[in-house]
């Protein structure tokens, strides 16, 4: 397949004639699309490449505006916070979140999405418009960037965490020696999994190891 699509394919000769062939399994389309993502091999794990180029026309432009914003801020001196699109918070609890985050007076960046008040596998879902403090957003202009989406979020949170502790533990990670010495662990461990990947590497090794198992 990796051959058909024009990639390519980290296997020898003998190999490739013990593996059953693929001609006819898939559609062309299919087999295309090997051949159009090679231009983009090189990119490796945690790079930040924009895969919606082609289709960010007909979508919302809030992933340009977050990137523009980025680049001109300091190396390591934004806070990207997101809770993915399984939980959803009460009103009381964006207020305490937007206010703790404003009070911190750290850069961030915090992907709010609307919540969903149904369950989405009954078709039943009724969706709620999240609403930021009045005058947030523009007391935060330059400090914090809050691009607003829209997603189905299923799982509620109970816990009502006050914006002091939002505070302080902002703070902690962004402007204390304990939180550089946080933020340098977890640099460390993607960048151990940045060389795992390339040649060489354990995550490389295993690959290679499942291949040539398969094709004994």
């Known amino acids: 397949m990796c051959a058909a699509a024009g990639l390519p394919v980290p296997l020898e000769a003998e190999q490739l004639k013990r593996m059953p062939s693929l001609k006819g399994c898939y559609p ?3 087999m295309n699309v090997g051949g159009l993502q090679a231009p983009y091999s090189d990119i490796k794990a945690g790079d930040i490449y924009n895969t919606s180029q082609v289709i960010e026309d007909h979508t919302s432009n809030s992933d340009n505006i977050c990137l523009v914003w980025l680049n001109k801020q300091p190396p390591n001196s934004v806070l990207y916070v997101s809770f993915g699109t399984s939980t959803s918070f009460s009103d009381e609890q964006i ?3 937007a206010m703790g985050l404003e009070q911190s007076k750290q850069k961030f960046i915090w992907v709010l999405r609307d919540a969903d008040e149904g369950v ?3 078709g039943e879902a009724r969706t709620k418009r999240l609403e930021l ?3 947030f957003e ?3 202009k330059g400090v914090g960037l809050v691009p607003l989406g829209l997603c189905t979020l299923t799982k509620k949170r109970e816990e009502l965490v006050t914006a002091s502790t939002i505070e302080n533990v ?3 990670l962004m402007a204390s020696e304990e939180g550089n010495a946080i933020r340098k662990r977890a640099e460390e ?3 151990s999994v940045r060389r795992s990947t390339e040649k060489g590497g354990v995550s490389q090794k ?3 190891s499942l291949v040539e198992h398969i094709t004994r």
Do not use: A, Q, S, Y
Request: charged content about 50%; glycine content about 8%; cysteine-free.
């Open 120 to 122: 989405i596998f009954t």
């Open 138 to 140: 523009e007391r935060v």
């Open 206 to 208: 295993e690959l290679e």
């Open 133 to 135: 403090p009045e005058g």
């Open 95 to 97: 207020k305490e979140l």
């Open 28 to 30: 062309d389309e299919i």
């Open 189 to 191: 461990l993607g960048e």
């Open 170 to 172: 902002v703070r902690k």
